[in-house]
């Protein structure tokens, strides 16, 4: 069981009479691309807010990378990357400023942090831009940056909230790109997003539905499951079962 990065126990939220998620189980292992689904209001950013340190549930269990979510908050912090569904990078500072200031956040060498800094902004080809403010970029330049710093200090986890959304399909695909990249050297993705069609993208899913999980299982298991040909129509039967 060492391959567990993320393992959760019934873990719960309630905002008084109103239960945000409720009782979710599930696993998530080394390098693999873990899907949350569901939609708007289904408890999928309630549930990443708990697992990153920010919210504490109101009952159940979790460990992040080792570390209790309840005791360990501040060790899952400097273990973890996280992209939110907002831009997550200050605009009034430039590409490398900002690059720069994350890695000092996570604590690493003023060495280090220069040495991939450069790298970094080689891979992504930002050596033109790296002096410009990041709020002159192109949205698609900026996400992809985003994730990479959320990834900097090669952590074991990143918890990416709907990290594609307003892009256009081009540059979602590049920053899927990205994201096969981080989980082939060993970073576990934990991924929402509202494009069924990203869900293919994923090694597992699990299906959200008023902040329970309604459905889990590869792409592949969950629509032979409800025998249909996509994950839009995996999406639209858990629905329409919830009327």
Known sequence: MNDLIINTENLTKKFGNF???DNISFNVKKGEIFGFLGANGAGKTTAIRMLCGLSQPTSGHATIAGYDIYKDTE????NIGYMSQKFSLYEDLT???NI???GGI???PSKEIRERSKKLIGELGLESVQNKLIGSLPLGWKQKLAFSV????TQKVV???EPTGGVDPVTRRQFWELIYKAADEGISVFVTTHYMDEAEYCGRISMMVD???AAMGTPKELKGSFNVGSMYDVFLHLARGTK
């Open 19 to 21: 239960t945000a998620c």
């Open 75 to 78: 060790k899952i912090k400097l």
């Open 95 to 97: 590409v490398k400023e």
């Open 100 to 102: 720069e200031f994350y």
């Open 106 to 108: 996570y604590r690493l």
């Open 150 to 153: 959320a990834v900097f200090h």
């Open 159 to 161: 918890f990416l909230d």
């Open 211 to 213: 902040g329970r999980i």
